[in-house]
């Protein structure tokens, strides 16, 4: 008796592993800004620097991801779809959360 082999699909192309990369840096970056803001001592917030360069590297995350999915829906890759969108949906959540915890601080 012969078991069915497991097919994991075609081979990742360049731009599927450019959209798995944005949605790994876009998650860390909404985790280091959820540690940050945990840091500071009751009473204090982050700085406003701080805050809005946590804003925009999330936007500027989510737009990447959002310009990644244009290229690898061209390519009609499956998973560089689903990484791209996760991408941006990462860093657009990241813009709230951020955007969150300034305005609650």
Sequence with gaps: M????????????????????????????????????????????????????FVLAQLALGSSSLLVLGKTAKEGTLWGNLAAVGGMLAGLSGVLLATALWIAA
């Design 2 to 53: 012969k078991l069915p082999s497991l097919k994991l699909g075609p081979k990742p192309k360049p731009w599927d592993l450019v959209a798995v990369a944005l949605v790994g840096i876009a998650l860390g970056a909404a985790g280091v800004n959820w540690a940050a803001a945990q840091r500071p001592a009751a009473g204090t917030s982050l700085s406003g620097g701080v805050t809005l360069a």
